[in-house]
Structures are given as structure tokens and as C-alpha cells.
């Protein structure tokens, strides 16, 4: 039972460059997040998802992409990486209004 | 505009003082307020209120919420160089998923 797992754990982006984020839980949670975490600042929500098929914009989308075909994976996908998208990101799942974050995702766009 | 507000943004005290942080919030729809620790890692999570009053306690950690000020206060007693780390709060509403609106954090230094 792993939980939540995130990968990559680092990554370095040329500006222009798309990659996607991976999300994965084994705990059958419906409510998936995706944060991001910029230094010394607290989380900002981009998506989330109540359910496989569900999303929805949170706080800071523009720039990323969702998709849920299944409980278990919540990709993040950045089409177009900018510096300003140089943060760590982290995964979350439910339940509803108590979070478990994953490991995270570290990422420079140079 | 919905936010959650933390003070201190930092905090540098010796072992064994105890602290207080604070959160307040301003959210339309208000459920719970969660308090999570993080260092330098992923956030673990601390405690969830949801009631006016009501202590909740770990070990040298505990936490209250006044839903009538719209606030909450995280104390630590005994610190230990051990709690050194960022303490988040967030806010959840209700039937916005559960999606959380967090506080910028108070970074607390124990030094021996």
C-alpha cells in the first residue's frame, strides 16, 4: 500500500517544453488535488477532481491541464512551461476536507 | 475573496518556550479549518476543527478554533528542536469539493 506516489521527484524544463506530471493512489479516494508551492508561500490549488471523469479549476489553472479516466491516476500536464511555473507540486486525496499530500514533484523551467 | 491569513510568517525561539501561532480566515461557505506541519517535504496533516471551542490536543500540540472571530491558534508547548518546521493552516467550504484555501505559514526555528 503505497498511498500516493508522484513522478518525477525532480525535473528541469527548457522554457516552451510540455511534460506531465503523474499522480497515482492506491487508497480508492473519489477527491483528488493537485497544489502547487512556491517558495516560502503557502499551496495554491490548479485542479480537482471529485470523481474518475470530474474535474474542475481551482485557484491557479491557467497553464495546466486534467484529466481523470480512472480513481487512481490524476495526471498534470503543462503544454507550455514558463519560469513562473518553476514551483514544487504536490498530489492530495481525500477524503472530503482531510488531505493526504504526496512526496511531490520538484520543477525548474529555465 | 475567500483567504486564510497566518502570523507570524516566522517565529525563532529556544527549546522548552512554548509558542502560539495564528490563523485567521475569511471563507464564504466556512466546514473546517485543517492544521498541517511541513518540513521540507510533503505537509502532514495535524488536526481538523470544525467546532467553536472545542480543544484538540497531540501530545505537546493543540489547537482550538472561535468560529465567531474567525479564528484559530496552534499551540506548542515544550518545543523541541524537532517541531522546527512550516506550519500551514487552510480553510475547507462546504460543496466546493473539498478543496482547501491554505495560509502563506509560519516557519518556526527551535534552537537548542
Known amino acids: 500500500n503505497a498511498g500516493v506516489t508522484q513522478t518525477p521527484k525532480f525535473r528541469i524544463l527548457k522554457i516552451g517544453q510540455s511534460m506531465t506530471l503523474q499522480c497515482t493512489q492506491d487508497m480508492n479516494h473519489n477527491y483528488m488535488y493537485w497544489y502547487r508551492q512556491d517558495p516560502g508561500m503557502g499551496l495554491k490549488l490548479i485542479y480537482y477532481?471529485?470523481?474518475?471523469?470530474?474535474?474542475d479549476k481551482g485557484e491557479v489553472p491557467n497553464g495546466y491541464n486534467v484529466s481523470r479516466s480512472t480513481t487512481e491516476d490524476f495526471p498534470l500536464r503543462l503544454e507550455l512551461a514558463a519560469p513562473s511555473q518553476t514551483s514544487v507540486y504536490f498530489c492530495?486525496?481525500?477524503?472530503?476536507?482531510?488531505?493526504?499530500f504526496g512526496p511531490g514533484t520538484r520543477l525548474t523551467v529555465l | 475573496e475567500d483567504k486564510v491569513v497566518q502570523s507570524p510568517l516566522s517565529l525563532v525561539v529556544h527549546e522548552g518556550d512554548t509558542v502560539t501561532l495564528n490563523c485567521s480566515y475569511e471563507v464564504t461557505n466556512f466546514r473546517s479549518l485543517l492544521w498541517y506541519k511541513q518540513e521540507k517535504k510533503a505537509p502532514t496533516f495535524l488536526f481538523m476543527l470544525t467546532s467553536s471551542g472545542i480543544e484538540k490536543k497531540s501530545g505537546r500540540l493543540s489547537s482550538i478554533l472561535d468560529k465567531k472571530e474567525l479564528f484559530s491558534i496552534l499551540n506548542i508547548t515544550a518545543t523541541q528542536t524537532g517541531d522546527s518546521a512550516i506550519y500551514l493552516c487552510?480553510?475547507?467550504?462546504?460543496?466546493?469539493?473539498?478543496?482547501?484555501?491554505f495560509g502563506q505559514g509560519t516557519e518556526l526555528s527551535v534552537k537548542p
Open positions: 477532481s471529485v470523481g474518475a471523469g470530474i474535474t
Open positions: 492530495a486525496l481525500g477524503p472530503y476536507n482531510e488531505q493526504f
Open positions: 487552510a480553510s475547507c467550504e462546504y460543496n466546493q469539493g473539498g478543496k482547501l484555501i
